[in-house]
């Protein structure tokens, strides 16, 4: 089946100190992919996406992602976390229908 | 973000109330979605509406009941809740661009089914 997966469900990282959230994808040929961030309370925003070309995607909030046809894999890497960064952040993919799969979510804690 | 608004954010209703939830997008989009968030499962897609018209109806329960009068307006309707139904609704909307397309959401409506 098509999916995305998140290998982790918790992440606790120090304020200052870089964060990379994993994500893997099953899909036969290359998805759509995309990453999304929910502040408690909040719904959904997107932070970056992924459809073709270079495979370093920038984002907002200073996030990037690396698209890795190898591995499977689109890492989410911020190399400096705030405290505001705290959130559950989720990956989504997608194929050529409009059907988003998305991961089962990693939550951030940011310590000080 | 104001591209996808819902009303209300939060609602507490009784299992034999009737209530609407409503989703409005201000994107010129052409797709509207209605998801499901609860606690501890990644989220489920419900409906999908393309140019007003429903393409997708994902195992939902018949208590569920979505309207799309247009391309910026969604409406699911609410009958006969259970308990289980608790959960975060969330809207999205894309413009349908062959592939290419993007979901955005909407804040979400609270639900609590007492």
Sequence with gaps: ?112 | ETGVTQTPRHLVMGMTNKKSLKCEQHLGHNAMYWYKQSAKKPLELMFVYNFKEQTENNSVPSRFSPECPNSSHLFLHLHTLQPEDSALYLCASSRVAGGQETQYFGPGTRLLVL
């Design chain 1, 1 to 112: 089946a098509q999916s995305v997966t998140q290998p982790d469900i918790h992440i606790t990282v120090s304020e200052g100190a870089s964060l990379e959230l994993r994500c893997n994808y099953s899909y036969g040929a290359t998805p759509y992919l995309f990453w999304y961030v929910q502040s408690p309370g909040q719904g959904l925003q997107l932070l970056l996406k992924y459809f073709s070309g270079d495979t370093l995607v920038q984002g907002i909030k200073g996030f990037e992602a690396e698209f890795k046809r190898s591995q499977s894999s689109f890492n989410l890497r911020k190399p400096s976390v705030h405290w505001s960064d705290a959130a559950e952040y989720f990956c989504a993919g997608r194929s050529n229908d409009y059907k988003l799969s998305f991961g089962a979510g990693t939550t951030v804690t940011v310590r000080a």
